[in-house]
């Protein structure tokens, strides 16, 4: 009979010694969360930030397309160069 309350207060502190280390792992774990969605938002907020310079800084497609085209031009009188080069011609 005397061995049972000491049982019980044992059973009591060993269950409050384990649920007092899940309570620290769980808050650990929510802590771990907590920064994740915060590196998640700051992640959004540079990307954001990077769109609106390159839609800003960089070329529009007006200013790419007259720079392809003036490419294109050259390429197209590529082989006409080498060839009066092969030939000497000036």
Do not use: N
Not at 2 to 30: N, S
Not at 55 to 64: C, L, N
């Amino acid at each position: 009979m005397a061995t049972e309350p000491t049982f019980l207060w044992l059973a009591a502190g060993v269950l409050t010694g384990l649920l007092g280390i899940v309570g620290h792992f769980v808050r650990l774990l929510i802590d771990d969360v907590r920064d994740l969605q915060e590196d998640a938002h700051a992640c959004q907020v540079r990307t954001s930030e990077l769109r609106a310079h390159v839609s800003e800084t960089y070329a529009k497609k007006t200013e790419v397309q007259h720079s392809l085209d003036r490419i294109h031009t050259r390429l197209d009188g590529l082989p006409r160069e080498i060839l009066h080069l092969f030939r000497g011609e000036k």
